[in-house]
């Protein structure tokens, strides 16, 4: 009997002793996912679109020599804005150095730091002046996420991961009308606001010995109506000129230096009207 009660009691502090055993310590959460931020390879920005200076410009532009690159646009808020960067200037000198071409002055750009300052030295209206711009960062270059997210995104954003492709002219497209005599291109709203008008066609040159020479047309008018028809790009004067009555003599509608005016234009043949395109480098940057 007293060997039974001995093992009951035996049973009875092993199980006690199992019982009081403390529970195994549970696992660790795991860390919370950290911010990420991915930033692209870094690229000098100033916010501006050039084009190339050619004889025709020279002349219109009252430069005195063939060099330099003008301004056909600003992006709003770049640093080329805030230094008071205007479309129509003229940019003769970046940093000291003379600016020869668009290419050339895209590379001067791009081989500037960021935050770096950048003295312009420019014409405005046949009068030179500097300004200075501070280089910034190319928009879109960032990414951004945050928390529990932030992993997930990051996995998918390398499975789809952006090329990021290097700056590249952008064509512009100017038209030449055998029959006028002029070569032209479309306006945008900065480069019509620029010339006083809301829409027409700007004259990038007059061929010698045309039409529009003899009617006194010249590189840097906008061209607003042809006859009673309005020009809003440089197409609508060749669709004016096919349609125009059989009169040879057609009132055409510029504006020269924010004035409007009326030249009498003396076509000898508009059978042979074409358009024949040639394609324009701007360079954004």
């Not at 479309?87 to 002055?105: K, P, S, T, W």
């Not at 952008?170 to 009308?177: A, D, E, F, G, K």
């Amino acid at each position: 009997m007293n060997r039974i009660a001995s093992l009951f009691t035996a049973l009875l502090l092993l199980g006690s002793s199992a019982l009081a055993q403390p529970e195994p310590p549970k696992p660790p959460k795991p860390p919370k996912p950290p911010s990420v931020y991915i930033h692209g390879p870094a690229s000098s920005f100033l916010g501006v679109g050039v084009a190339e200076i050619d004889a025709e410009r020279v002349k219109a532009l009252n430069l005195k020599e063939e060099r330099g690159v003008e301004v056909k646009s600003v992006d709003d808020d770049s640093p080329a804005a805030k230094a008071g960067v205007k479309v129509g200037d003229v940019i003769l000198e970046y940093n000291g150095q003379r600016v020869e071409g668009d290419e050339q002055f895209v590379r001067l750009v791009q081989e500037t730091p960021v935050g770096r300052q950048a003295k312009l030295l420019i014409v405005r209206a046949g009068a030179p002046q500097t300004l200075t711009a501070t280089i910034g960062v190319r928009p879109g270059n960032g990414f951004f996420w945050n928390g529990d997210d932030g992993i997930k995104h990051l996995q998918s954003h390398m499975r789809q991961m952006e090329i990021h492709m290097p700056d590249t002219p952008r064509p512009l497209i100017s038209w030449q009308s055998r029959t006028l005599g002029v070569e032209s291109e479309s306006l945008n709203s900065q480069l019509a606001e620029y010339f006083g008008v809301k829409e027409g066609a700007l004259v990038r040159s007059v061929i010698k010995g045309t039409a529009a020479e003899k009617a006194g047309i010249k590189a840097g008018d906008v061209i607003t109506k042809v006859g009673d028809q309005k020009v809003a790009a440089p197409k609508d004067i060749t669709n004016a000129l096919r349609s125009a009555s059989s009169a040879k003599a057609i009132p055409i509608t510029v504006t020269r230096e924010r004035k409007e005016m009326t030249v009498s234009v003396t076509i000898e043949d508009k059978s042979s009207e074409e358009i024949h395109n040639r394609i324009l480098v701007q360079m954004d940057l």
